[in-house]
């Protein structure tokens, strides 16, 4: 009986981790960083985001085989998105090699602002 109430209880424990594992905030409502960007930087972000994202994060980053990017930009600070676009994590690539330094600032002008521009670049 006792082995049962603990089995019930780990139970549980990992049914109640589990509902903070899943990401349910509506990030693509916060809008855009009040960070600003030159226009020239955006049109090389929304280029290399189509080259080397797109493919796992949606021409327009709501998500396909990567998670949605739109409105991240609230989730990370502009250091922790670096980071993590130049070093990768788990199943998403790091791009500190192929990209260079100014490639990967426009990528991040592209999806903490870009992805709300009316005109897409
Ligand atoms: C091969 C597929 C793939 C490509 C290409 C890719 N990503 Fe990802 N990305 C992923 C996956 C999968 C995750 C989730 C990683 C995890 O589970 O920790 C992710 C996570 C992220 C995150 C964190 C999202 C979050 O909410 O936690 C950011 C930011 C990101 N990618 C940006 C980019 C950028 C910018 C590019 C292009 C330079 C890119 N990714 C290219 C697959 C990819």
Redesign the pocket.
């Known amino acids: 009986m006792r082995n049962i109430s603990l089995s019930l209880a780990a139970l549980l424990l990992v049914l109640a981790l589990c509902v903070g594992c899943i990401?349910r905030t509506d990030w693509a409502s916060k809008g855009p960083t009040d960070e600003n960007y030159s226009a020239q930087l955006m049109v090389l972000g929304a280029e290399?985001?189509r080259d080397?994202?797109a493919?796992?994060?949606g021409s327009d980053g709501s998500g396909s085989?990567?998670?949605g990017?739109v409105g991240?930009g609230h989730?990370?600070s502009y250091e922790e998105?670096r980071r993590?676009?130049e070093r990768g994590?788990?199943?998403?690539?790091g791009?500190g090699a192929g990209?260079t330094e100014d490639e990967i600032s426009a990528?991040?002008a592209h999806?903490r602002v870009g992805f709300f521009a009316t005109s897409n670049n």
């Open positions: 990401d290399v985001y080397s994202c493919a796992c994060h085989f990567g998670p990017l991240k989730k990370y998105q993590l676009v994590r788990r199943s998403m690539p791009f990209l990528v991040l999806i």
